[in-house]
């Protein structure tokens, strides 16, 4: 008593010698201020500003202590509130667990039948030291039941006491185990609760003991938001790429398709199947034959039939198209069902990701209201009326009896205001961590300047904000705001009180600003809320899918050229057996200069097989002499042993077929009677294959090389004529000529027959 009445005189001669009775009315910040100082420097990141403010009137020396603010445990503290209610939930954590959902805890305690009392601290409440901390609590509470004690993510803290719940330990081990770091306290409860009510909480214990052993990791249960990216990304990809590489694909195969039935396996058009109803008839006429209506002034055997003349009468024959899209064409039905089945792919990937990734927030369902954010803040400023000293009582005490009474007397002896928080600062309180808004919320509430001293049970870290008080914050050493050394020796006590030295002999300066507006903290409930799939990266992820899906259609390409290269090196390096040419001697569009060379080459060839073998059969030297002869008649009209200037590609062609037809009988005698029907140049037939006409009808079977047989190499194509450009060329068959007859699987000697008469020989 005499201590403490010996401390009130004391207090009151300070105020009075300090000449600021006023202060008995706190002052509130001048209204319509919109000046500010210069930023405040830190110390360290995340240490709260530095400023100086307009001048406020000096404080007042606190008070001593009561006995209702004297240093009490935290097991007492959580004793009191355990005894206003068996569900307490700390007023540091409301992002994670507001104080609003005490219901739900109350709740699920209740299914345990007997007295349970919860406990929700911040993630750093509790240590490896804490091991006896639910036994002070229940001895100073006195009451018999289940204590749980929630402390972030892991394993909650349970033990009973003098009541039975067999394998509590256990569920708390097997909670441990099968939930992911990210569930909440309500989660974690509520498992807590249905693991120890299953009454395999030992199995289970042990069974998640050697999951966690074996390396294995839970999936997370609430996706955050670089998972939200991560699955949007991903979204657009599914969305874009497969779709469109079906479409792409589709019409690729469908493209190689087509080329292969119009080039490769489809029906070459025969002489009849070529021409329209309207085309003129293929001719066989003589040289000296007059030329009759629809050849007037046309070489014979230089004119196509079915070429661009008679395709430009056909579309003047056509009736106009009519209507609004008449330059429009209908999309083929396999593209149109490529379409259809593209849209239904990507609606169907983007239902199933709406669906699979329904999440809207990370986090429970567990929303603090605004009481709930400003619940930690009255607190401390309740605390901060009574006492300029105040440390949290859900910490561990760092404030020895001794360090608290010396600092008592440092704060009274100082002539500025000066207001120390001894308070954790996390990122779930209701200023997410940030200590220049806790300290603007605790001036706001408290309407007085003063110079915050903010002191981090946790982190050991002291910082400084001045909100008006009369001395220049910047010229207090930087030493007292860095983290301490490993070897630091100094208490929390002596650092404070070594602060405040400095702060009594700091210049004062009687205009001093306040510290620019640190802005607000994240709103609670939009923090956790996460965009939608189609949001976030799901743009970037059309992009990427369109890419891959061109990518596959280049990887599909590249495949089919290389396999298409390797099956043509097989079949290359000189002719076959049965006298089949290689592919690069029997090329589908071979080029002008290629047939005048070939055909003399193989004329001249056949020329000298027939020297060289004197002792042939009459029959087969019959044979090569006539397409011997039939050759020279396309290719040598004038007969000078050179190969006529104007000889069109037709004519070249069927002499090469011709020469190439000689030298095979020559080499042998078995040799076939029939002519490849799809490129005539392959040379002699080694089988037939079904093929269906061109017009419908029943498949037939025609003459084919032993390499068409196999697979259908691409028909013929040659110009119609001498100067002819690539673009003319059209399938063999639909040229006037010989050679159009080898489409219906002509033999050889009818198509010397035919080359003679032609050229009127007999």
């Not at 066989?284 to 050849?295: F, M, S």
Request: charged letters at 25%; hydrophobic letters at 40%; proline letters at 10%.
């Amino acid at each position: 008593m005499r201590r403490s009445a010996l401390m009130l005189v004391m207090g009151w001669l300070a105020m009075l010698l300090s000449g600021a009775p006023a202060v008995a009315q706190p002052s509130s910040p001048a209204p319509g201020r919109t000046d500010h100082g210069p930023a405040a420097e830190r110390a360290l990141p995340g240490h709260a500003a530095e400023a100086t403010a307009a001048k406020s009137p000096a404080s007042t020396a606190p008070a001593a202590p009561s006995r209702a603010d004297t240093r009490r445990s935290r097991a007492a503290y959580l004793a009191d509130q355990l005894r206003r209610d068996p569900v307490y939930i700390s007023d540091q954590v409301p992002r994670e667990a507001p104080r609003s959902s005490a219901p739900f805890f109350a709740a699920q305690a209740a299914r345990l039948h007997v007295p349970v009392y919860v406990m929700v601290l911040p993630d750093t409440a509790l240590g490896a030291g804490d091991a006896g901390f639910l036994a002070g609590v229940h001895d100073r509470l006195g009451r018999d039941g289940l204590y749980v004690a929630l402390s972030g993510p892991g394993m909650p803290e349970v033990q009973a006491y003098g009541v039975e719940v067999p394998g509590a330990r256990d569920a708390a081990r097997a909670t441990l185990y099968e939930l992911p770091y990210d569930a909440m306290p309500r989660e974690t409860f509520q498992h807590f609760v249905d693991v120890l009510l299953s009454g395999r909480a030992h199995e289970r214990a042990e069974a998640g003991s050697a999951m966690a052993d074996s390396g294995a990791e839970l999936p997370k249960l609430h996706p955050g938001p670089t998972e939200r990216e991560n699955q949007s990304f991903v979204t657009g990809i599914a969305v874009a790429g497969i779709p469109l590489a079906v479409v792409l694909v589709g019409l690729y195969v469908r493209r190689r398709l087509r080329l292969r039935r119009a080039r490769g396996g489809s029906p070459v058009p025969g002489p009849r199947a070529a021409r329209s109803p309207a085309a003129p008839a293929l001719s066989l006429r003589k040289p000296g034959d007059a030329p009759d209506e629809d050849t007037e002034g046309r070489t014979p055997g230089r004119t196509p039939q079915g070429g661009a003349a008679d395709r430009a009468r056909k579309g003047a024959a056509d009736p106009p198209s009519r209507g609004r899209f008449a330059g429009l064409r209908r999309p083929a039905p396999a593209v149109t069902v490529l379409l259809v089945v593209a849209v239904a792919l990507a609606g169907g990937l983007a239902v199933t990701a709406a669906r699979l990734f329904a999440d809207r927030s990370y986090g429970d369902d567990a929303l603090p209201t605004p009481a709930d954010m400003r619940s930690r803040v009255e607190r401390v400023t309740a605390g901060l009326r009574h006492d300029p000293l105040y440390t949290d009582p859900e910490s561990e005490p760092v404030l020895s009896s001794a360090e608290r009474t010396r600092l008592h007397k440092r704060l009274a002896a100082l002539d500025v205001p000066v207001l120390i928080v001894a308070v954790p600062s996390v990122t779930d309180d209701e200023s997410g961590g940030n200590r220049e808004i806790l300290v603007q919320a605790l001036h706001q509430r408290l309407y007085r300047d003063a110079l915050f001293v903010l002191a981090d049970p946790l982190a050991k870290t002291l910082s400084v904000v001045n909100y008006g008080a009369p001395i220049n914050a910047y010229a207090l050493p930087r030493s007292h705001f860095v983290l301490p050394e490993l070897h630091e020796t100094r208490t929390l006590g002596d650092r404070l009180d070594a602060l405040l030295g400095d702060v009594a002999d700091a210049p004062r300066d009687s205009a001093g600003n306040r510290p620019y507006d640190p802005g607000t903290a994240a709103d609670p409930v939009a923090e956790k809320v996460l965009p939608s799939v189609f949001a976030a990266d799901f743009a970037p992820g059309l992009m990427i899918g369109t890419f891959l899906a061109a990518l596959l259609l280049g990887l599909v390409a590249a495949v089919r050229a290389l396999a298409g290269a390797v099956g043509r090196r097989r079949t290359a390096g000189g002719p076959a057996p049965g006298g089949v040419p290689a592919a690069s001697e029997a090329p589908d569009e071979p080029s002008l200069a290629w047939l005048r060379r070939t055909a003399r080459q193989e004329a001249d060839a056949l020329t000298a097989a027939l020297g060289a073998h004197d002792a042939l059969p009459e029959r087969t030297r019959r044979r090569a002499w006539e397409c011997l002869d039939a050759a020279a008649l396309l290719i040598d009209g004038d007969g000078d042993a050179r190969v006529d200037a104007d000889a069109t590609p037709a004519s070249l062609a069927c002499a090469v077929a011709l020469a190439r037809s000689g030298r095979a009988a020559v080499e042998g005698p078995a040799a076939p009677e029939r002519l490849c029907h799809r490129n005539p140049l392959h040379g002699p037939a080694r089988g037939t294959r079904r093929i269906p006409p061109a017009g419908g009808g029943r498949a037939r079977s025609l003459p084919v090389c032993g390499r068409c047989r196999t697979v259908p190499a691409p028909v013929l194509r040659l110009g119609p004529a001498a100067d002819s450009g690539r673009a003319d060329r059209v399938p063999y068959a639909e040229l006037p000529g010989p050679l159009a007859a080898l489409a219906d699987g002509a033999a050889i000697d009818q198509l010397t027959r035919d080359v003679r008469e032609y050229f009127g020989v007999h």
